[in-house]
């Protein structure tokens, strides 16, 4: 089968020292850090064979995320942009949702306690955390020690079939009857993103009481689904700030109650201006620019009436921030940073909220074949006005 890879050289950047669980040559922690010159090619690889507890699926819909972009872009000194886990060469693609083709003998459905058949419709987590290290065992598997990742260090979903082990798969038996096939396979595709935003401002962040405010800042697919999340629990004002008209436009169609042009307006007084003085009780970092929006967060935290407020911060970013201590400590504030969806109940509450009308398939501005995958990555590196390209194997 044919499968859309990744390749970089080894060459971390001088004076910078490998991590303990760095890998001489093929994995690291740190990608920005190390891989240089990636190149993109369509490569043969056979079918996968699922172990015991694995499944083979056949891919229906994979979404292209920043962080393929971010792998694919580079510095004026070759360096990839994206700075997390990463091993190459390595199939990309790990926002996907497929159909169950063979299960090995414990490959066992999470819902229905058994094992899986073919057919059934699935997505699935990709952050493969290994259930045996202290953070899995504290309940943070999105921290695990061992922490492997479709599509960045283990061969993801821009392919015809791959295996994932079972208990990172979710059914999604519940958006068939409501969406239908198609839909729900789109949908499917789109519960790992959702999960993102979730996991950021509801689990990292703290959630919010019904008719407190919140700050998007950035209407990337996180940005936006976070927008759908929050006004889905109850907040007043939902404010997204985000240069592109067409984003904002998708924004407000998808719980935004107020957008913000960044270019054309002063961001803290325009929200300091719609929530009549109080701020946000929670501000989304989801530009990947945090030193650029600091200002304006520090002086929303600062004169607004909010005290509490909870900074989060979810695009990754190799980037300081110019942190005022004196202001966080006055405000009572906080920062946090997200990493991943998995935990805590995040993946069955998307796909419920899904289910029960949480409609995020408008994210998809465009469908392309996975010939088309790689122009498409590099097409997302300028290009602002698509949202979400999804890549249709079949």
Known sequence: MRAVTLFAEWSPKPGYKLGSKDIEGKLTYLGSKVWRNPRIEMVDKPEPVPGPTEVLL???????CGSDVHMYQTDDQGYIYYPGLTAFPCTLGHEFSGTVVAAGEQAINKITGQRY????????????????????????PNHCERLQEIGF?????????????????????????IYGEEKMYLLGSLVEPTSVAYNA????????????HVLIMGSGPVGIAACSVLRRSGASRVIISEPSKSRRDMALAMGATDAIDPT??????????????????IILEATGLPSVVWPDIEKIIWEGRQLNATVVLVARADDKIP???????????????AQGHSGHGTF??????MASGMDVTPLITKKITLDQ????????QTNREQVKITVLPE
């Open 58 to 64: 056949r891919v229906k819909a994979c979404g292209i």
């Open 117 to 140: 058949k073919a057919g059934e419709a699935v997505c699935s987590e990709e952050m493969m955390w290994c259930a045996q290290c202290r953070p899995c065992a504290d309940g943070y």
């Open 153 to 177: 260090s283990v061969d993801g979903a821009y392919a015809k079939y791959m295996k994932m082990d079972a208990r990172y798969l979710w059914s999604l038996d519940p958006l068939r009857e």
């Open 201 to 212: 401002v509801i689990e990292r962040g703290g959630g919010i009481r019904a008719g407190e």
């Open 264 to 281: 054309g307006v002063n961001v803290a007084e325009a929200v300091l201006d719609i929530t009549k003085g109080m701020g946000a009780k």
């Open 323 to 337: 942190m005022n201590g004196e202001v966080f400590q006055v405000r009572r504030a906080n920062v946090v940073g």
């Open 348 to 353: 069955p509450n998307v796909i419920s909220c």
């Open 373 to 380: 995958t790689e122009e498409h990555i590099k097409l997302l």
